[in-house]
């Protein structure tokens, strides 16, 4: 219990709607100031963006992907078999990530063409290279880019 | 990738001489590189260029049929033939092809490694790890029959 200007006061805990119950603090004055509530608001925000930050999340996500696709494409640098390149591990998690993975992907693609095709119509079930562009990279690339951008994944 | 990151790949190519030929490429691989091809990369697979009178799957009869169709016959050497040009293709201990070779008009042979360089080297340094051995031999007359 504190003791403000000489009266026990009761403070909310994080998890109340209120400063405080009545039922909490009975007997005591409550203190439920304004500055008492911004106190509290702001304490439990931090206490949330610390546990729970939506933003930290993708951010250790896409470090994750990050690195899987570094690996993917160190070990499979010197390899032709599509399917070889396709079933390596890391490449594998990629695709186990769905549909998250997506922007990132894109993002990989519209930097330089690399093959991921394959992860790209795994997780959407779609294909939108034309025919005859198959086995060109660049504008297997520009397929999905502009895939990509009809679907809102980029700009 | 410098000599010396492809001969830790490839032990071999340190008993041999070889040589990078063109820098990093991802357009192509080594299958379109045997059929003297850089713009699209070949591979029995979804998404991917391959000749639409042939299987579409992994195997070396496939391959076979697809160098066939460009022109080549199976042949047992891999040493030079005054008048034909030649394609050696790999495979790994599953007899699945992993990779392919073309043999230049001095005798040697020409890989595209992956999405990494193009190098001149003997046709026995790149058996190992990566590419198993050589599986099949084919040739074509430079004049491209047959």
Redesign the interface.
Known sequence: MTMIAGLPTCFAGINSEYIARPDECEGVTIGAGEDARKVSQSFRAALQDFFLPASREITSRRAVFMHLASEWKRD?????????I?LHPAYQRIIGMGREALPWILEELSH????W??AL?SITGV?P?PPND?????R?AGAWLKWGRGQGFTD | MDKAELERLFPALRESSFRITSPPAGEYNCIAWAAAETGRWWWPAQGYHWPESIPKEPTLTAFRQMYESLGFRECSSPDRDDGFEKVAVFTGPAGTPTHAARQLPNGRWTSKLGREDDIEHDLSALEGSWYGRVALLLRRSSEGSP
Not at chain 1, 76 to 84: D, G, I
Not at chain 1, 134 to 138: K, T
């Open positions: 499979t640098a010197v390899l032709s078999s599509v399917h070889a396709a330089r063409p690399d093959h095709f394959w119509t294909d290279v198959r086995g060109n990279l660049q297997m």
